[in-house]
């Protein structure tokens, strides 16, 4: 019996090696001991000095002109952080990690690790130091650009492509975690794309231990490759929990080529406002799948030149496909300035292509969309669908940037508008995706929206000089 049961499990075993041949494959290395070899001497650690002057506290109040001024505001000098009596100044350490990309010293670190910094020293793994400077900072992306000049070639390591990294590949995270020095991590890719809150995030989040001075260190997939950039975790205590994120090298490698050949990001620029369409405004303009980046508005710049409309929504940008407001600015924030790009909306029923000739974000979004402060007088109201709504006045117009629309002076709490989010102060400029001047308009729109058998109807707010569209429910 003995000998039978094990024929049977030998065979089973054997069975199940061949029915799952993938699974056999999928055993991680059995050391990283020769990847670390390969890329270690590219890995440094990053100490940054800022001066602080320690301040003295409140001193004595002497009326201005009163014979002891001179004598008071001569002592409190020599108290100061430099004076003959005061204390020398304190120049206290910052640690992170960076990686070297050429061998002639660019240096790849958290524009957060030397944000500051008097002075930025960077030690290579067999302990030489080098005093580093600073070829540019991106904070949009928390990325720096540092640059030593050694004696010899450096080690380096090259970028990657984060896009085809999936989740469970193995990753390496190496560093200087808590100032220990030179240090190796290994995990997974345990998510992708993940956003916190920058414009261009991108991040691969990883469960490879990442802590305090691990920032601007690298990412490494299996081939000695970054594919991103070690920048913040996820952390009740400050401490690794295994949620860790790392820029992607995909949007690190354009915006570290940029600072090396201008010294700052020179980022498209399509000059428009956006938002995401949801289910609501996809059924109000009439569109069959919730996608794209609805927009708002189109102040002088390369879109309105195009033929952009307020209302268009952007499905199509030089032959992405546009999901959503993020991936959008994501994709024109990659092109180039001044490159012509084809662009296809989503309006009145129908596509159509536009050709927009990209300017630069930098110089041009605030000039497009400078600061307004909303301001409104109250007139004879009217309410509707839960809005007390009356017209502009001089005021308001100039304040918000507009000519014709309604205010809203009030929003019933228990409404649907007020789950929606309006708010009184709120600018309704069109309804129905056409413009509006008056009430009587405003209930036109609705009328014909409810006899047309729709469920909502889509409002374009102006908020703080910010426009946006709301679908609001039909009572019916």
């Known amino acids: 019996m003995t000998t039978l049961l094990l024929i049977i499990s030998m065979a089973l075993a054997a069975i199940a090696s061949t029915a799952m041949p993938g699974r056999a494959q999928v055993a991680g290395p059995s050391s990283f001991a020769d990847l670390v070899d390969e890329v270690g001497d590219a890995v440094v650690n990053i100490t940054t000095t800022s001066l602080v002057a320690s301040g003295t506290g409140p001193g004595p109040q002497v009326p201005p002109g009163s014979p002891l001024e001179d004598f008071f505001n001569d002592f409190l000098d020599r108290q100061q952080p430099g004076g003959p009596n005061g204390p020398a100044p304190r120049r206290p350490n910052a640690l992170g990690s960076g990686f070297v990309i050429s061998e002639d010293g660019f240096i790849v670190t958290n524009n957060h690790v030397i944000e500051g910094a008097d002075e930025i020293m960077v030690e ?30 450096l080690a380096f390591v090259p970028f990657g492509d984060s896009d085809v990294m999936r989740v469970g590949d193995w990753v390496m995270a190496v560093g200087n975690p808590l100032g220990q020095g030179f240090s190796v991590s290994v995990g997974i890719v345990s998510a992708r794309e993940r956003a916190l809150s920058g414009t261009y995030d991108d991040f691969i989040q990883t469960d490879a231990a990442i802590n305090r001075g691990n920032s601007g260190g690298p990412l490494f997939n299996m081939a000695g490759e970054v594919v991103g950039v070690n920048t913040a975790i996820l952390s009740p205590n400050g401490g690794s929990i295994g949620i860790g994120f790392s820029m992607a090298s995909n949007v690190v490698a354009g915006v570290v080529n940029q600072l090396q050949e201008f010294g700052e990001t020179r980022r498209g620029w399509l000059g428009v406002r956006i938002q995401d369409v949801t289910a609501e405004i996809a059924e109000g303009l009439g569109l069959d799948v919730v996608t794209g980046a609805l927009v708002t508005d189109v102040p002088e710049g390369p879109a309105r030149v195009a033929g952009m409309e307020v209302g268009d929504v952007i499905t199509t940008f030089d032959g992405i496909e546009v999901d959503d407001t993020r991936e959008l600015v994501r994709v024109v924030g990659a092109s180039g300035v001044g490159e012509t790009v084809r662009v296809v909306v989503y309006r009145d029923g129908a596509t159509q292509t536009l050709l927009v000739t990209l300017g630069r974000r930098e110089t041009a979004e605030g ?67 056409q413009p509006v001047s008056d009430v009587e308009s405003f209930q036109a729109r609705v009328d014909a929206a409810e006899e047309a058998g729709q469920n909502s109807i889509l409002l374009l707010i102006r908020r703080d000089g910010t426009p946006r569209f709301v679908a609001l429910p039909i009572d019916k």
């Open 124 to 153: 290579f793994r067999d302990g030489s130091e080098l005093p580093a400077t600073v070829i540019g900072t991106d904070p949009n992306t928390d990325i720096a650009v540092l640059k030593v000049e050694p004696e010899s070639a």
């Open 367 to 433: 000039e497009a969309f400078p600061d307004e402060v909303p301001g409104a007088e109250v007139m004879p109201s009217s309410e509707i669908l839960g809005l007390t709504l009356a017209p502009l006045t001089d005021e308001a117009r100039e304040a918000n940037g507009v000519q014709d629309g309604l205010l809203v002076e009030a929003v019933d709490p228990d409404s649907e508008a007020a789950e929606r989010g309006l708010e009184a102060g709120d600018v309704i400029t069109e309804v129905g995706q």
